[in-house]
């Protein structure tokens, strides 16, 4: 396509574009009147920032607050600042988030970056920022955490992503097929989006029903490139998928898109080998083929063809940021997955695959969760951490059983699928 074709086909998509960004602001974050929607996305996209604030305010939103992120200016920032400025956030900054969560806003946070745009930079730096934004915007981080605001991940292209994506192709028509790819996987490229979040939201129930129903002990991962592991579950764990509900009752999609049925693992209780299937994009920087064992629910070694030390800095994050927060089901028969598309971008590529996640747990994950502090919540099984970092790990030959208490074991996965597909 020459960029004249692209601009015009990009042109033709404005009307699924708008869709797309009413969706994310009416089932994404549940939007309602009278409350203020804090907005986070790349420069580069202040063309869909407009869209989304135009529909923000056609919502009833009081105000709407923009947060800019550039990757040029992330970089510069990472190589010319000092490492021990990293350590703290600014004092505005930690006003302007904690208290905006106070008041009951909603966060709603646009992907869309360079996978590689901190190549060569000291990972210590991105990941003491990581660690100070979640552990001193304490009211910003329970807030969603413990269900207080609703959130959102949703994704727009951006020139340097797009190229990554797409390799072969031209920077225009690498942005148009991302754009195309980002409606068709959020379920955005037809006439009635929100209709269809509804018809998909109704998809999880039936695997969520079956597996609280059972109530399995503990996870048994096999595969044909290495993985042989055993994740334990906590006494009262739940499995969750589709939308999430505040404690005030509203119902929101916290990731547009999503495929996943999760919940949290006993934090005690992981022991095995597992071995990724898809780069981890981290920070601005690419992990890939790694792999992580666990002991009595810790990692105990690890490596990676690419990345260790992104790798290291991640582990080394906190004395829980070794421990697992999360064991999430895909089937490989999802549209992601189908598409055969590898977004480099964890809210995408999380989607088309069984993934694990290091750190930080979900209180609603495990009965009365939302009600218990986090020593609680660690007494409960439910692991504490600065970080929440998704790997993937399911592969189309993988298995999955459920093992019972007694220590009979059920399929849960078959060859990468749920066991009824």
Same mark, same amino acid.
């Given at each position: ?44 996209? /202040? ?12 919502? #009833? ?28 956030? *600014? ?20 992907? #869309? ?18 660690? $100070? ?28 992503? /797009? ?7 031209? *920077? $225009? ?10 409606? %068709? ?6 006439? &009635? ?34 993985? &042989? ?12 998928? #589709? /939308? ?8 929101? @999609? ?16 992981? &022991? ?11 920070? #601005?920087?690419?992990?890939?083929? @790694? ?7 810790? !990692? ?25 927060? %999360? ?24 989607? /088309? ?12 994950? !495990? ?21 929440? !970092?998704? @790997? ?30």
């Amino acid at each position: 396509m020459t960029d004249e074709e692209c601009r015009l086909a990009t042109n033709a998509l404005s009307e699924k574009i708008d869709n797309y960004a009413n969706l994310i602001v009416k089932k994404g974050v549940a939007l309602h009147k009278g409350q203020e929607l804090v907005l986070s996305i790349p420069v580069e996209r /202040a063309d869909f920032a407009r869209r989304i604030v135009s529909a923000a305010y056609a919502a #009833g939103a009081s105000h709407v607050t923009v947060r800019w992120r550039d990757d040029e200016v992330s970089r510069m920032t990472y190589e010319n600042v000092d490492t021990d400025w990293f350590k703290t956030v *600014p004092s505005w900054e930690r006003e302007q988030l904690n208290s905006l969560a106070k008041a009951g806003a909603a966060f709603l946070f646009i992907e #869309g970056a360079d996978p590689s745009s901190l190549k060569g930079i000291d990972p210590m730096k991105p990941a003491l920022a990581a660690r $100070a934004h979640n552990e001193q915007c304490i009211d910003y981080r329970n807030g969603m955490d413990f269900g207080y605001n609703a959130w959102c991940i949703a994704g727009a292209p951006v020139e340097a992503w /797009a190229k990554e994506v797409f390799p072969e192709l031209s *920077p $225009a028509e690498a942005v148009y097929r991302l754009w195309v790819a980002i409606l %068709e996987t959020s379920r955005a490229d037809g006439e &009635d989006p929100e209709s269809a979040w509804e018809t998909h939201n109704a998809s999880f129930e039936h695997a969520k029903r079956s597996l609280n129903r059972k109530h399995y002990d503990a996870l048994r991962y096999r595969s044909s490139n290495g993985t &042989d592991l055993t994740v334990g579950l906590t006494a009262g764990h739940i499995w969750e998928g #589709g /939308a999430g509900r505040t404690q005030d009752g509203t119902v929101f @999609f916290p990731n547009i898109p999503t495929e996943e049925v999760f919940t949290s693992p006993d934090r005690m209780r992981v &022991d095995g080998i597992v071995h990724s299937v898809m780069p981890l994009v981290h920070n #601005g920087q690419v992990v890939r083929d @790694f792999w992580l064992r666990f002991e009595h629910g810790a !990692v105990v070694d690890y490596d990676a063809e690419l990345g260790r030390d992104v790798l290291k800095h991640i582990l080394e994050t906190d004395e829980n940021s070794v421990r697992l927060g %999360e064991v999430a089901l895909v089937s490989k028969n999802t549209p992601i997955r189908q598409s055969g598309v590898l977004f480099y971008d964890t809210l995408y590529d999380e989607n /088309a695959s069984c993934h694990l996640a290091l750190g930080m747990g979900f209180p609603e994950c !495990v009965r009365g969760g939302l009600e218990m502090d986090k020593d609680q919540l660690v007494a409960a099984g439910v692991n504490q951490s600065a970080i929440h !970092v998704d @790997f993937m790990v399911g592969s189309d030959d993988l298995n999955i059983w459920g093992v019972s208490a007694d220590g009979t074991e059920t399929p849960v996965f078959i060859n990468g699928q749920w066991p009824w597909e």
